[in-house]
């Protein structure tokens, strides 16, 4: 089942958490962030030219808004981002659960997130002391018409993956801390935007690696980057797991489809406590999956 293909690296940067990778239609290039860098990048698809700019924040993740700019959950809240000529991310703070409201060095932080089909924004909190293994972390739901919403799901050690299928009536979600390293399935109100039915889709002691971040295909099928593995682990949306790819890095954090046919995905990497042999911890890279994914929805306005 193990397979290989031929990749890209992005640039040469070694990223300290390399998160959120997404296809921006509009732009034809990439972006990304680096969590621990406090920075987000672009890769310009018609030329090849990287760019950064710095935030004041640690960023977890990262949404495309309709009308322009950029959604972003961080350290203290959920904030309107806009990337300007002087290399700088401006922000401005929209809302914060209660855990990050007003506060600093609360050791916890926004963590892995994109938005439902139907343009809500959801991320989830984590402690960043992983070692701690505490589960404060929660999900939630952010809209401009309601807000952010009351924790969606509690109890989370380090929330990622989350991903909705095609039609957006099932939304999936994973812990990778290696004490859960379970991936699950919730049936979806798309109207109401509720997760209900809760229920394991994929045991990930079963298989390589722990559950990272996440992409649909057009299949239908689900790929989670399995981290301390160095694996891409394709499953069916029966959580029969069909396709598994290697990759050159050690610790995968998330995947995204995108380019003109989105047929390429953009897997991002963590290089916090790489060690001195990995050349590949930490970089970004690009291939060809052999299936076309779906795109990302934008923030709704």
Known sequence: MLKTVDFERVGTASHGVGESPLWH??????YWVDILGKSIWRLDANNGDIQSW???EMIGCIAPRENGGFIAAMET????LVLDDRLHASTHLLASPAELAGKTNTGMRFNDGRCDRQGRFWSGT???DMAAARPEGKLYRYSSAQGISSPMVAQLLVQNGLAWSADGRTMYLSDSHPQSQLIWAFDYDTQAGTPTNQRVFV???????RPDGA?????GCYWTCGNDAGRLLRFTPQGKLDQVIALPMKKPAMCSFGGDNLDVLMVTSIGAGKAAQDAWAGATILLRPGV???LDTPFSD
């Open 25 to 30: 239609t509009a732009h034809r290039a990439w």
């Open 54 to 56: 710095q935030t004041d």
């Open 77 to 80: 809240g959920i904030f309107e």
């Open 126 to 128: 984590m402690v960043m």
């Open 203 to 209: 045991d990930m002691h079963q298989h390589e690696g």
């Open 215 to 219: 992409a649909i295909d057009v299949d």
């Open 292 to 294: 076309q994914g779906l």
